[in-house]
């Protein structure tokens, strides 16, 4: 497959996928985005339970003593993912972009605030923090890596989160009662595909990018013959 690196995001709705797994993929598809050998990637996930500590996690994050969390290299406390979320990990080379990652950082924010409002949902950022707040509870949270000015993890939104898995945790070092899901603020069901389509309509506005969707088995053919041409 031939790729226009500029003004192009592929996009892969993977599934459910464990996030080692998916940890692995983006280790792999940075190092390709490095080389020039593809353009940036965005992946779109829902993992199966599982805490993940970023840099910032302090034990008092921790509630439980038997909660086994696996430590990751992005920024941010202690957060959960699992069934019911949209979990997002764009593999961007912020380069082209000024190399700003504060700004990075607002875009996203920006992508989650404009997929909210489509719901009529008021999202807010907060100063001096990451995520998407609506009504004073948290309902989507940011944590991200950067190598070689090549972006890695990305950001989760809670849509029909079991919050009770918060409970175990002060996520990104908040109260556990902070926590929300789109589907307790709208006091609805909502379709987790229907949601990543509002996202990607959203992340294609804010970041002013065309998407190019592949499916799973692309995406693994691809990370196994980096040889093929952009």
């Not at 996202?199 to 990370?223: K, M, P, W, Y």
């Amino acid at each position: 497959m031939i790729f226009r690196i500029m003004n192009e995001i592929c996009v892969c709705r993977v599934g459910r996928v464990e996030f080692a797994q998916v940890w692995a993929w983006q280790e792999a598809l940075r190092e390709l985005r490095r080389e020039g050998q593809m353009p940036d990637i965005l992946l779109l996930v829902e993992h199966p339970p599982i805490y993940t500590c970023g840099r910032a996690t302090l034990p008092e994050h921790l509630l439980s003593e038997e909660l086994d969390g696996q430590p990751i290299d992005r920024g941010g406390s202690v957060t959960f993912h699992g069934p019911g979320q949209l979990v997002a990990y764009p593999i961007v080379d912020l380069r082209p972009r000024g190399r700003d990652v504060h700004q990075y950082l607002r875009d996203l924010e920006a992508v989650l605030i404009e997929t909210l409002g489509t719901y009529g949902l008021e999202g807010e950022a907060r100063s001096g923090l990451t995520g998407a707040w609506v009504g004073g509870r948290k309902v989507a949270s940011i944590g991200i890596h950067v190598r070689h000015w090549i972006t890695a993890h990305g950001l989760a939104l809670n849509i029909s989160t079991d919050l009770q898995y918060f409970a175990a945790i002060r996520p990104c070092g908040l109260g556990s009662e902070e926590m929300a899901t789109m589907e307790v603020l709208l006091g609805r069901e909502l379709v987790l595909a229907e949601v990543e389509s509002v996202f990607l309509r959203a992340f294609a506005d804010v970041f002013a990018v065309e998407l190019t969707e592949i499916d799973r088995g692309e995406l693994q053919a691809f990370i196994a013959r980096p040889e093929q041409s952009v």
